[in-house]
C-alpha cells in the first residue's frame, strides 16, 4: 500500500487530504499521470513529489509502505 498526501489545490481537485493505493513499482511521474487519468487531476507537470518526506525526482521508483506528498506550486504576497 502506498499512501498519498494532497495538499492545497490538489485536496480540493479530489475531494480528501490522502489517498491509499496499491501502485508499488511506479515511478513518480508514473503515479501522477494515473492520477491524471483515474482522478482527474490537473496537470501535475509543476507540482512537487516527496516520498518518505524527502524530495524526489520523478524518475524515483515507489515501493510497498512509500508515503508520497504532492504539493502543487503556489503563490502569495
Do not use: C
Amino acid at each position: 500500500m502506498i499512501k498519498i498526501l494532497f495538499f492545497a489545490r490538489l485536496q480540493e481537485e479530489i475531494g480528501k487530504d490522502s489517498l491509499n493505493i496499491e501502485k508499488a513499482g511506479l515511478t513518480v511521474d508514473q503515479l501522477k499521470q494515473w492520477l491524471e487519468k483515474e482522478h482527474g487531476l490537473q496537470s501535475l507537470d509543476q507540482t512537487m513529489a516527496a516520498v518518505n518526506e524527502d524530495y524526489a525526482d520523478g524518475s524515483e521508483v515507489l515501493k510497498e509502505g512509500d508515503t508520497v506528498a504532492l504539493i502543487p506550486p503556489v503563490s502569495g504576497g
